[in-house]
């Protein structure tokens, strides 16, 4: 069946470095994939939409420059952390709608999420 | 706005013990709606869904009814087992079809007890 994979799952950076997290669609193609976030114990908070061809749509509050994000091809997207802090540190999850055609966006109700990647940052 | 609201948790049941976790929510327009879970470890995965007025959406021996009348999607499940054991998130899309974005409550963690 239709599967999200991220990479890493985990990492641990210094303070002032970049880390780059890629999320997969494996089996379909996906011309949105979205990023959340999600702290301890808390809910998942949508941090932008990710469109291949396109720039992605941020949500209020989510810096543009902080957390960049490249939709490469059909089947991956990535979200880069620029200079990242130890407020960073967090677990940032992927999905993906199923039933995306070729370059066609379709609206489906299904997404798909990945395993997540756990970013600490010292 | 569009915001979902469930009961806090945890949530401690013994196996075999009824479950219930409230969600409502709060939406402009025609919004489908969702519960996932969350197993220890893993990543999201879709319970079940609905996605107008009254649809019953079931899977696992778990069901939800979405009730326009009292903005709600209430989980249940007659005998909960310990693999059962997992967070439980509510969900909306704000319509049904075309954009995608969900919006989710904040989690209700379940610990079922053999």
């Known amino acids: 069946g239709a599967v999200v994979s991220q990479h890493p799952s985990w990492v641990i950076c210094k303070s002032g470095t970049s880390v780059k997290i890629e ?49 490469a091809s059909l089947t991956l997207s990535t979200l880069t952390v620029t200079s990242a802090h130890p407020e960073d540190s ?5 999905s993906a709608p199923l039933g995306e055609g070729l370059k ?3 609206g489906t109700d299904t997404q798909y999420f990945g395993p997540g990647t756990r970013l600490t940052v010292l | ?31 489908s709606l969702f519960w996932y879970v969350q197993y220890p470890g893993e990543g999201l ?47 909306l899309t704000p319509f049904s079809g075309g954009y995608n974005k969900l919006i989710f409550g904040a989690g209700t963690r379940l610990a079922v007890h053999p």
């Open chain 2, 45 to 91: 995965q879709l319970l079940l869904k609905a996605t107008k007025a009254d649809d019953k959406g079931s899977n696992k021996g778990f069901e939800a009814t979405y009730r326009k009348e009292t903005t709600s999607f209430h989980l249940e499940k007659g005998s909960v087992q310990v693999s059962d054991s997992a967070v439980y998130f509510c969900a």
């Open chain 1, 23 to 71: 999320c997969r669609s494996l089996d379909f193609q996906a011309t949105t994939m979205f990023w959340y976030r999600q702290f301890p114990k808390q809910s998942l908070m949508l941090m932008a939409t990710s469109n291949e061809g396109s720039k992605a749509t941020y949500e209020q509050g989510v810096e543009k420059d902080k957390f960049l994000i490249n939709h």
């Open chain 2, 1 to 31: 706005g569009n915001s979902v609201t469930q009961m806090e948790g945890p949530v401690t049941l013994s196996e075999e013990a009824f479950l219930t976790i409230n969600c409502t929510y709060t939406a402009t327009g025609y919004p």
């Open chain 1, 90 to 94: 967090s677990f940032y999850i992927c």
């Open chain 1, 104 to 106: 066609i966006s379709f």
